[in-house]
């Protein structure tokens, strides 16, 4: 195993700011894999920390050869069922433990000045699973304007369109540029999960990122969230930053793209000041005066209020906006779950009968027991196996129904919005904004912990940074 390499060393070669992650499987088989940190390298302003592995049963089925040929004196599954009269067939590896690695993403000095420019690679081999987490959110600092002698002093807005100078930044820009840039390769049945603290832009301060992930095939596994908060709203820095730009894309790499990489999802999300300026009602774009903008296109600062700069017109009241990513056979019940979930949501404006009459037409057209329905089991039609499954399904069914509720009361308090799509029918796109930090983050721990599925894949420090 490569232990992490000091980042102060001068002979290291690596460019600032260059990361690389390699977790490799010494034994690339699903009933017993054993991963290992191959490579975990950093450069200043990155940091990684790799703290000690965790490990979570087996999640899926395993094919019954690879079960075997490791201990063959092992009664599988199958055998016990068949034993016990269960026409099962699916074959798991009784405690068999499947290690998960962590690693925190840092910066020096807890966040990223103008300029700064991290550029992490992860490569995932097959069985294998990683947590990527942050120790605190992503602190933007305030850019300072670069002034150059022979060169002029304004230029066009940074943009991530071009991926060629995704590591640059010109002297002549006015506003030098915070750039990040995430790239995870992913083999088949590895899993990634990248639920980070939020991106806090400060004041002035001007940030873009890429997040790109490349799948082998369609049993690789993905939950990211990618998400910024409104700044430092207790120093009444609300949205007042002059650019924010994240684009996340998930690519496939099959025959069809030869070797170059398909895209399958690509999602933007782009807040410039200056470029919203217009919809603030007043301001006056010729001459950037007018309610909330200064004569160089910056936020104007009274005593200790920054005023909106447009950004603010576009989000309302809202201090976080927020994208999650999900797909993979292993977050296959955690995307249904939100789906479904959105599709029994409140709609704005709706009456309260017509709500009870969308969940009650989805209940009857899905498999589930009907909540709604009051009549008594009859149990002289059942079995006795079968009433306590249906028992059981209908507790179950009442807890949820008790839990949702609550959850659409705590979602009005919070000012919490959220939609849930699916994408080529097996990509989720989540997106969700709240008018508090704390309610964002209290509302996708709750959903996350009511269905499961993350906590047992990658262990309870997949959310860490949700508590």
């Given at each position: 195993m490569t232990t992490p390499?000091?980042?102060?060393?001068?002979?290291?070669?690596?460019?600032?700011?260059?990361?690389?992650?390699?977790?490799?499987?010494?034994?690339?088989?699903?009933?017993?894999?054993?991963?290992?940190?191959?490579?975990?390298?950093?450069?200043?302003?990155?940091?990684?920390?790799?703290?000690?592995?965790?490990?979570?049963?087996?999640?899926?089925?395993?094919?019954?050869?690879?079960?075997?040929?490791?201990?063959?004196?092992?009664?599988?599954?199958?055998?016990?069922?068949?034993?016990?009269?269960?026409?099962?067939?699916?074959?798991f590896v009784q405690d068999c433990n499947i290690?998960?690695?962590?690693?925190?993403?840092?910066?020096?000095?807890?966040?990223?000045?103008?300029?700064?420019?991290?550029?992490?690679?992860?490569?995932?081999?097959?069985?294998?699973?990683?947590?990527?987490?942050?120790?605190?959110?992503?602190?933007?600092?305030?850019s300072r304007p670069l002034v150059s002698s022979t060169q002029p002093?304004?230029?066009?807005?940074?943009?991530?369109?071009?991926?060629?100078?995704?590591?640059?930044?010109?002297?002549?820009?006015?506003?030098?540029?915070?750039?990040?840039?995430?790239t995870t390769h992913l083999s088949s049945n590895s899993t990634f999960i990248y639920?980070?603290?939020?991106?806090?832009?400060?004041?002035?301060?001007?940030?873009?990122?890429s997040q790109s992930y490349i799948l082998e095939d369609t049993t690789a596994n993905i939950c990211v969230l990618d998400w910024v908060s409104a700044g430092r709203p207790a120093t009444r820095e609300t949205w007042a930053f002059d650019l924010y730009e994240s684009r996340n894309e998930i690519f496939a790499l099959d025959a069809a793209s030869g070797g170059k990489g398909r895209l399958l999802v690509r999602d933007n999300i782009r807040l410039d000041a200056k470029a919203d300026r217009g919809i603030e009602e007043g301001v006056d774009i010729s001459?950037?005066?007018?309610?909330?903008?200064?004569?160089?296109?910056?936020?104007?600062?009274?005593?200790?209020?920054?005023?909106?700069?447009?950004?603010?017109?576009?989000?309302?009241?809202?201090?976080i906006q927020a994208t999650l990513l999900?797909?993979?056979?292993?977050?296959?019940?955690?995307?249904?779950?939100?789906?479904?979930?959105?599709?029994?949501?409140?709609?704005?404006?709706?009456?309260?009968?017509?709500?009870?009459?969308?969940?009650?037409?989805?209940?009857?057209?899905?498999?589930?027991?009907?909540?709604?329905?009051?009549?008594p089991i009859n149990l002289n039609n059942e079995s006795n196996g079968s009433n306590s499954n249906e028992r059981r399904r209908e507790e179950l069914e009442r807890k949820r129904k008790e839990w949702r509720e609550q959850r659409w009361s705590q979602e009005k308090r919070d000012g919490l919005l959220w939609t849930a799509s699916t994408i080529r029918e097996v990509f989720?796109?989540?997106k969700f904004s709240a008018i508090s930090v704390e309610g964002a983050r209290r509302w996708l721990r709750e959903m996350l912990e009511e269905e499961g599925s993350v906590e047992r894949v990658g262990g309870e420090r997949a959310i860490m940074c949700l508590r």
């Open positions: 390499h000091n980042p102060f060393l001068a002979q290291r070669k690596a460019q600032p700011g260059h990361g690389t992650i390699h977790v490799a499987n010494l034994t690339p088989s699903a009933a017993r894999p054993n991963p290992v940190l191959q490579t975990l390298e950093y450069q200043y302003p990155l940091k990684l920390i790799a703290p000690s592995t965790v490990t979570v049963p087996a999640s899926l089925p395993i094919p019954e050869d690879e079960a075997t040929q490791h201990e063959p004196n092992r009664e599988t599954s199958s055998q016990r069922g068949s034993r016990q009269g269960d026409s099962s067939q699916d074959v290690p998960v690695y962590t690693v925190f993403l840092l910066s020096y000095g807890g966040g990223l000045v103008a300029g700064d420019v991290i550029d992490l690679t992860i490569h995932l081999d097959s069985n294998t699973r990683l947590n990527l987490l942050t120790q605190g959110s992503t602190k933007i600092f305030k002093t304004t230029a066009a807005p940074p943009t991530l369109l071009s991926s060629a100078d995704s590591t640059a930044t010109t002297a002549s820009s006015t506003n030098p540029l915070t750039r990040q840039t995430l639920l980070p603290d939020p991106t806090q832009p400060f004041a002035h301060s001007s940030f873009a990122q001459t950037g005066t007018g309610t909330g903008t200064g004569a160089d296109g910056r936020n104007t600062k009274t005593g200790n209020e920054y005023r909106d700069n447009g950004i603010s017109a576009r989000v309302a009241h809202q201090e999900l797909t993979g056979p292993l977050f296959q019940n955690l995307s249904s779950f939100f789906v479904d979930e959105f599709a029994q949501s409140p709609r704005i404006g709706a009456p309260r009968s017509i709500l009870l009459q969308q969940q009650y037409d989805h209940l009857q057209s899905s498999d589930e027991p009907n909540p709604f329905d009051n009549d989720v796109i989540v």
